[in-house]
Antibody, heavy 120, light 113 residues
Framework: EVQLLESGGGLVQSGGSLRLSCAAS????????MSWVRQAPGKGLEWVSV????????YYADSVKGRFTISRDNSKNTVYLQMSSLSREDTAVYYC?????????????WGQGTLVTVSS | DVVMTQSPLSLSVTLGQPASISCRSS???????????LSWFQQRPGQSPRRLIY???NRDSGVPDRFSGSGSGTDFTLKISRVEAEDVGVYYC??????????FGQGTKVEIE
């Protein structure tokens, strides 16, 4: 059974930094792209970033480019999202998702999410 | 970026009755490989999203057959043949043909009358 367990969320001041983690199990981690998708309170879903299975490629939404960095450690079956220069607009539940980019299935399975709250 | 537009944004349905959600994309979603990468997700209250449908009309494992997806090009539909209480939640369409970014519709909230 696929399991994705996010952690690292919390309360941070505007301008601060935070690192999220997502521990994966139940599948061959290195074979899948991993994404972060966020959901602001009461709002819809917004894709944030993706990293390919081998870590060779990554992409970012314009809203986070230059501030967020995605990485993965295939030896630990974990993907990370380093977030810096946080603003109140970054307040959201952050989900990690497993999938395959090249066949149009980037978000096959989702974690339970971790809440990031940015205060002013 | 591809804009995904859903309608209606809210839907109130009687138990056992059908429901239909429309999703339109600002660009044709047929990929160069001939496939159309349009998915539907369900988010029940207090839960994470869950994929229901991929490539327009393929149900994910465990998804009841009362859910069906259809459409082509820029117009797509999610239908629930007979709404049950457990179907309450928000439904999102998402395109994965023109990336990055991957883009979602605004969401359609389904409630029981």
């Amino acid at each position: 059974e696929v399991q994705l367990l996010e952690s690292g969320g919390g309360l941070v001041q505007s301008g601060g930094s935070l690192r999220l983690s997502c521990a994966a199990s139940g599948f061959t981690f290195r074979n899948f792209a991993m994404s972060w998708v966020r959901q602001a309170p009461g709002k819809g879903l917004e894709w944030v970033s993706v990293i390919f299975g081998g870590g060779e490629n990554s992409y970012y939404a314009d809203s986070v480019k230059g501030r967020f960095t995605i990485s993965r450690d295939n030896s630990k079956n974990t993907v990370y999202l380093q977030m810096s220069s946080l603003s109140r607009e970054d307040t959201a539940v952050y989900y990690c998702a497993k999938g395959r980019v090249w066949n149009g299935s980037p978000f096959e399975s989702w974690g339970q999410g971790t809440l990031v709250t940015v205060s002013s | 970026d591809v804009v995904m537009t859903q309608s209606p944004l809210s839907l109130s349905v009687t138990l056992g009755q059908p429901a239909s959600i429309s999703c339109r994309s600002s660009q044709n979603l047929v990929n160069g490989d001939g496939n159309t990468y349009l998915s539907w997700f369900q988010q029940r209250p207090g839960q994470s999203p869950r994929r229901l449908i991929y490539e327009v009309s393929n149900r994910d494992s465990g998804v009841p057959d009362r859910f069906s997806g259809s459409g082509s090009g820029t117009d797509f539909t999610l239908k629930i043949s007979r709404v049950e209480a457990e179907d309450v939640g928000v439904y999102y369409c998402m395109q994965a043909t023109h990336w990055p970014p991957w883009t979602f519709g605004q969401g359609t909230k389904v409630e029981i009358e």
